[in-house]
T-cell receptor, first 115, second 116 residues
Framework: SAVISQKPSRDICQRGTSLTIQCQVD?????MFWYRQQPGQSLTLIAT?????????ESGFVIDKFPISRPNLTFSTLTVSNMSPEDSSIYLC????????????FGPGTRLTVT | AQKVTQAQTEISVVEKEDVTLDCVYE???????LFWYKQPPSGELVFLIR??????QNEISGRYSWNFQKSTSSFNFTITASQVVDSAVYFC?????????????FGKGTRLHILP
């Protein structure tokens, strides 16, 4: 079956620094998304990663804080910039596989702790 | 506006008992999709089921079953003969067809504890 991988799986970072999270899939996808899951909370959509163009951000999320790239159909990155302890969360990418609209599958997540 | 409500924040049952997780949704769209995901302690989100709004047939997969009732806007999930490995957070979610962007709105989740 198709695989979604994320790197790193976890990290501990100091406030004020930035971390880039990678999402790689091994099959073609139509859509890629980035979510944040704060401790004990549900998932919140950060943005839709658009191939070759700027991501589409949800209300409350901005490009300066969460720059996203998607250079091709199978790869995307999310950067968490100028981190603060409030950014401590699990960050998950999700994809919609080609030919399977309306079904999202999630990567294993990146557990980020900001000290 | 779309909304998903999981009123049960946390449930504990003894192993081998049956348990039902409730999900109520709101949408103005006539075509929509409902989902259940499982998030075990490892953190990964596991896709369990997708149901479209035109298919009200209940579904059974092993010990899992889903009861979709449009009349009450509910999509409940039952685990039969629960096992300790079923302990996880379960999320119900909704996607509207008219958005055409595959976006999903999640409920707040129900944390299920299966006690040995």
């Amino acid at each position: 079956s198709a695989v979604i991988s994320q790197k790193p799986s976890r990290d501990i970072c100091q406030r004020g620094t930035s971390l880039t999270i990678q999402c790689q899939v091994d099959s073609q996808v139509t859509m890629m998304f980035w979510y944040r899951q704060q401790p004990g909370q549900s998932l919140t959509l950060i943005a839709t990663a658009n191939q070759g163009s700027e991501a589409t951000y949800e209300s409350g999320f901005v490009i300066d804080k969460f720059p996203i790239s998607r250079p091709n159909l199978t790869f995307s990155t999310l950067t968490v910039s100028n981190m603060s302890p409030e950014d401590s969360s699990i960050y998950l990418c999700s994809v919609v596989w080609l030919g399977q609209s309306n079904e999202q599958y999630f990567g294993p997540g990146t557990r980020l702790t900001v000290t | 506006a779309q909304k998903v409500t999981q009123a049960q924040t946390e449930i504990s049952v003894v192993e081998k008992e049956d348990v039902t997780l409730d999900c109520v949704y709101e949408t103005r769209d006539t075509t929509y999709y409902l989902f259940w995901y499982k998030q075990p302690p490892s953190g990964e989100l596991v896709f369990l089921i997708r149901r479209n709004s035109f298919d009200e047939q209940n579904e059974i997969s092993g010990r899992y079953s889903w009861n979709f009732q449009k009349s009450t806007s509910s999509f409940n999930f039952t685990i039969t003969a629960s096992q300790v490995v079923d302990s996880a957070v379960y999320f119900c979610a909704l996607s509207e067809e008219e958005n055409r962007d595959d976006k999903i709105i999640f409920g707040k989740g129900t944390r299920l504890h299966i006690l040995p």
